[in-house]
């Protein structure tokens, strides 16, 4: 027996699940892919690199970052103590234009001993 000729002898209800199926199957993955790219495309992204506690005031925080050139970005950058508590913070700003790619060494201003520097958040406006 052919696969063509067991197709039809299916039931007409299975028949539809079999083309209806894949169809919708291929619908969902395209959209999918389509609204993860829309969330992701043009917007910066960022790693920390590292963080250096220079004394009871000051830390700085190096980070690098890929962004859209034609947009002005902004990447909070905090300082935390051993707690886990905010002791600083700074709004680094980056104008549109130049290299897509940058490493950035950012001093952050604390109120107390940090042990920790991170960059939390970066975003195009």
């Not at 000051?58 to 970052?65: A, F, I, K, P």
């Not at 952050?108 to 939390?120: I, L």
């Amino acid at each position: 027996m052919s696969v063509l000729t067991r197709y039809r002898t299916l039931p007409r209800h299975q028949r539809v699940l079999w083309v209806v199926g894949p169809i919708a199957i291929l619908v969902g993955i395209g959209l999918a892919v389509w609204f993860g790219l829309a969330a992701s495309i043009g917007k910066p992204v960022w790693g920390n690199l590292g963080y250096d506690v220079r004394d009871a005031r000051h830390t700085v925080v190096t980070y690098q970052l890929t962004r859209p050139t034609d947009r002005t970005v902004v990447c909070s950058v905090f300082a935390k103590d051993m707690n886990h508590a905010t002791v600083g913070r700074v709004d680094d700003v980056i104008p549109p234009g130049g290299e897509p790619r940058l490493v950035r060494d950012v001093e952050v201003r604390t109120t107390s001993k940090a042990v920790m520097g991170e960059v939390r958040q970066c975003r195009a406006q």
